[in-house]
């Protein structure tokens, strides 16, 4: 119910398939999303109450499917903060547990950064090669985990000339309709992705919320 006051029930149903089509990397896979899905939701049923709402109709299954939606669009198309914006002021939400440099599938060089990389880390020469599904580009030789994070403190120890990927993350750049556009990479063990969404939810939900109030 509140979800329909944010996103036309037909549009959102198109973008939610479309999002859960897995890509050729295997990334955000339907099991992934759900159990995502299932983190936030711990969280936001303490942050936003059903009970205080109950007045006014809300269900559990109301913050289920507001989670849904924050999953698939970016709220600056509704006049609030992009992706980038909000991963950017919470870089807190990062706990620096390595998992991203301990189980990535795959760390992407686009071809324009790869003679700065080499520039910064000439020690790179060998530990580079061609993408698997991008041949024109490059990736990380002996990943899993990466060879440069610290296995003491999971710092990056090429820190300051790391890899674009590695420095947008949980944040993925794709290209949207001839757009560049900062997706999240949904991973229910990251808990930047977990807070990611968890904010997107609570100001989906108070604008939801706002627009309810104002219906009555
Ligand atoms: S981005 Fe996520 S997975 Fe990577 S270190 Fe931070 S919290 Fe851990
Ligand atoms: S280059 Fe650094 S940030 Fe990137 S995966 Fe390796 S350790 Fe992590």
Not at 187 to 199: A, G, P, S, V
Not at 201 to 212: G, P, T
Request: glycine content about 4%.
């Amino acid at each position: 119910m509140l979800r329909d006051l944010l996103i036309d029930k037909e549009l959102f149903e198109t973008l939610r398939e479309k999002s859960l089509e897995s890509d050729e990397g295997g990334m955000n896979t339907t099991e992934e999303v759900e159990l995502l899905e299932k983190a936030v939701f711990n969280r936001l049923k303490k942050k936003r109450s059903v009970k205080k709402y109950k007045k006014l109709g809300v269900s559990k299954g109301d913050l289920k499917e507001i989670i849904q939606l924050a999953d698939i669009i970016s709220l600056d198309a509704m006049g609030g903060p992009s992706n980038y914006e909000l991963a950017k002021e919470h870089q807190e939400w990062c706990l620096i547990c390595g998992r991203c440099c301990k189980e990535s599938e795959s760390i992407f060089i686009h071809k324009d950064e790869l003679n700065l990389l080499l520039t910064f880390n000439p020690e790179l020469e060998n530990g580079i090669i061609h993408n698997k599904l991008y041949p024109e580009h490059f990736e990380l030789k002996d990943i899993r985990p990466c060879k440069f994070m610290d296995k003491e403190t999971h710092k990056c120890e090429i820190y300051d000339s790391r890899p674009q990927v590695c420095r947008s993350y949980p944040l993925v750049l794709i290209e949207s309709n001839g757009k560049a556009k900062n997706i999240i990479n949904i991973r229910y063990k990251c808990n930047y992705t977990i807070n990611l969404i968890l904010e997107k939810s609570m100001i989906l939900f108070d604008e939801a919320i706002r627009r309810l109030e104002e219906k009555r």
